[in-house]
T-cell receptor, first 113, second 112 residues
Framework: GAGVSQSPSNKVTEKGKDVELRCDPI?????LYWYRQSLGQGLEFLIY????????KSGLPSDRFSAERTGGSVSTLTIQRTQQEDSAVYLC???????????FGPGTRLTVL | GQQLNQSPQSMFIQEGEDVSMNCTSS?????WLWYKQEPGEGPVLLIA?????ELTSNGRLTAQFGITRKDSFLNISASIPSDVGIYFC????????????FGAGTRLTVKP
């Protein structure tokens, strides 16, 4: 069966540009998470969606970061006016409601020049 | 937020050796998970632990949920070259069911 997919796999952008990263969770998974992984670092929580509930945005590092989840499925993470420190791998994960076992996508490697 | 302390940061071992890594927290966690990440991939779940004292095996991997609920360890026995990767612990704090905290990872290198 299909796992979590993310696109693009790699994105190179210039400082100041906006970028959109996409995540397709596993079908039937109601929970969706975005994480950021800087080089050689662990995973930094960004945002969490659960069904139709208001998302937990407590991990977003600044107001340049936002995320949407349309129809309870696909999610888009948007970074406005990108900065060089935004360069990282952005990982998406999904899980069944009530389960702690998150399934991760392959990530999007973002490079801001 | 509550951070996890994972150690060691890296390990260089010979094929066939056993490996041990651990995670600690200053507060209580309800769940401990261990993931492995290979280059260019997302983390893959290895073992999930839900009860204090629980000891679970998955092939050559064994993990335990500490009695105090503030720590967990992962052991790999008889390591092989394909064990190479970054191993992450993750825990769900008692105070927030929506939260999952990750350790910084242990980078494992296995020399044939």
């Amino acid at each position: 069966g299909a796992g979590v997919s993310q696109s693009p796999s790699n994105k190179v952008t210039e400082k100041g540009k906006d970028v959109e990263l996409r995540c397709d969770p596993i079908s039937g998974h109601t929970a969706l998470y975005w994480y950021r992984q800087s080089l050689g670092q662990g995973l930094e929580f960004l945002i969490y969606f659960q069904g139709n509930s208001a998302p937990d945005k407590s991990g977003l590092p600044s107001d340049r970061f936002s995320a949407e989840r349309t129809g309870g499925s696909v999610s888009t993470l948007t970074i406005q006016r990108t900065q060089q420190e935004d360069s990282a791998v952005y990982l998406c994960a999904s899980s069944f409601r009530g389960s702690n076992e998150q399934f991760f996508g392959p990530g999007t490697r973002l490079t801001v020049l | 937020g509550q951070q996890l302390n994972q150690s060691p940061q890296s390990m260089f071992i010979q094929e066939g050796e056993d490996v041990s890594m651990n995670c600690t927290s200053s507060s209580i966690f309800n769940t401990w998970l261990w993931y492995k990440q290979e280059p260019g991939e997302g983390p893959v779940l290895l073992i999930a632990l839900y009860k204090a004292g629980e000891l679970t095996s998955n092939g050559r991997l064994t993990a335990q949920f500490g009695i105090t609920r503030k720590d967990s360890f992962l052991n790999i026995s008889a390591s092989i070259p394909s064990d190479v990767g970054i191993y992450f612990c993750a825990g769900q704090p008692q105070y927030n069911n929506n939260d999952m905290r990750f350790g910084a990872g242990t980078r494992l290198t296995v020399k044939p």
